[in-house]
């Protein structure tokens, strides 16, 4: 398929000596609705894809080199030899997000392997808690098995990218991957783990769904990455302790995440409460209480979201963004400020989206409350800072939009 009106094709040929890209990936952003931090621990959440995207021009090379030129000159170009291990950039470098990908498959494609050349761009907001890092390392996922001429089919090429990406240092689920590759326009997407399962669920034509930065950059690579790891290994030893104590010498230590599925959809909330008081210090309750509720919140917001109830919706929204706050710790004063906004300015729920710790909420609007909630944000929310390669603020009305493409020149 030609697309000759492609205008970053003739940046591609003055980047790479008058030679043609071959074709264009499309990876998107995505915003979570429900859900944040139990991928993890292998429980479901609900996101939807975004339409800011991140695109790829790419050629195959004759030899192993990946060289990427960011259309940002201000991020400059990037060039390693792939193999089965590679040296990181030094941390925060957005070249590790390609490394990472291309270690993950590099025994995947037939030798001699071939690198390539291409140029990057992105409009979703870096450091915003939507999911710029994971669509780069599928989109340069993407590059590398178009490069060698290999498919992978979508599902598996989602778990090993997950898997792939913890080479920058974060010890993540796999939500990101899997929605950038797996999402279907007009729906969000009720994402099950191990083995990961899609079922895509429509957004009702009158709901809204209003994003905006806080002002705070979450960054994935630098401080956000130490309180991430910590809240997960904080986590997985409540949950380890809890499953001591109530499945004794099972698959618990084996499948820990099979073990809590098995268990909280099994044992009454009111005994696992009890249970939970007595094996566990208040601070490894109080993230267990956040991992077990969030998990029964993504079941009821997809039900909600089938009957277009919104105000439930909403309402399972806010108590999420509790929860993050009081019992995972990884909300910020602009965060807890500008969801509070969101509700007062006609939100019928809002809650902080993606990992925290600065980034952006996410509010729900029926119909043209959700210009006027932009509206407000424009005029009266204050302007603490931007995203940096986003338009100063950012806010958006977010589309649900279609997973990862690749068009074939
Ligand atoms: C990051 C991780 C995801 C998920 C979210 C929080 O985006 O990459 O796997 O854990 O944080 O829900």
Redesign the pocket.
């Known amino acids: 398929m030609s697309a000759p009106e492609e205008p970053g094709r003739a940046a591609f040929a003055r980047a790479f000596d008058g030679t043609e890209a071959s074709a264009l990936i499309e990876a998107p952003g995505r915003v979570?609705l429900m859900?944040?931090?139990?991928?993890?621990h292998g429980l479901d959440?609900l996101p939807m894809a975004l339409a800011q995207r991140v695109r790829l021009l790419v050629r195959a090379r004759p030899d192993a080199t990946v060289r990427v030129r960011n259309a940002d000159p201000s991020h400059g170009e990037r060039v390693f030899t792939a193999g089965p291990s590679i040296e990181p950039a030094c941390a925060g470098d957005w070249s590790n997000y390609i490394r990472a990908a291309v270690i993950g498959l590099y025994d995947k494609v037939p030798a001699p392997v071939c690198g390539f050349d291409a140029v990057l761009e992105s409009d979703i907001p870096i450091a915003a808690?939507l999911?710029s890092s994971?669509a780069l390392v599928v989109a340069a996922g993407l590059a590398w098995l178009h490069a060698n001429r290999t498919h992978i089919e979508p599902m598996s090429l989602a778990a090993t990218l997950?898997e792939a990406?913890r080479y920058v240092g974060?010890r993540?689920?796999?939500?990101?991957q899997a929605i950038c590759l797996l999402a279907r326009e007009g729906h969000a997407a009720r994402i099950a783990f191990d083995p990961l399962r899609v079922a895509h669920v429509p957004v009702p034509d009158a709901w809204r769904f209003v994003i905006a930065f806080s002002g705070e950059r979450a960054e994935?690579s630098g401080a956000a990455r130490d309180v991430?790891n910590e809240r997960a290994s904080e986590s997985a030893a409540a949950v380890r302790l809890l499953l001591d104590r109530l499945l004794p010498g099972s698959k618990s230590s084996h499948r820990p995440c099979a073990a809590l599925r098995d268990l909280l959809s099994t044992i009454e909330p009111e005994r696992l409460d009890v249970e939970a008081r007595e094996a566990l210090p208040p601070a490894l309750l109080a993230r267990f209480r956040h991992v077990a509720s969030e998990g029964a919140r993504v079941a009821l917001a997809v039900e909600a979201l089938g009957r277009a109830d919104s105000e439930r919706f909403g309402r399972l929204m806010d108590a999420s963004h509790t929860s993050l706050r009081d019992d995972y710790a990884v909300s910020t004063p602009a965060l807890d400020a500008l969801t509070a906004f969101m509700r007062a300015e006609g939100a019928v729920g809002a809650r902080l989206t993606?990992?925290?710790m600065g980034g952006c909420a996410v509010g729900l609007c029926i119909g043209d409350a959700a210009r006027h909630l932009i509206e407000a944000l424009n005029t009266r929310f204050p302007r603490t800072g931007a995203a940096p390669n986003a338009r100063l603020p950012f806010r958006c009305m977010a589309t649900p939009a279609h997973g990862a493409r690749i068009t074939v020149f």
Do not use: R
């Open positions: 979570n859900g944040d931090h139990i991928d993890y959440v808690g999911s994971s997950a990406e974060t993540g689920g796999g939500m990101d994935k991430y993606g990992a925290g």
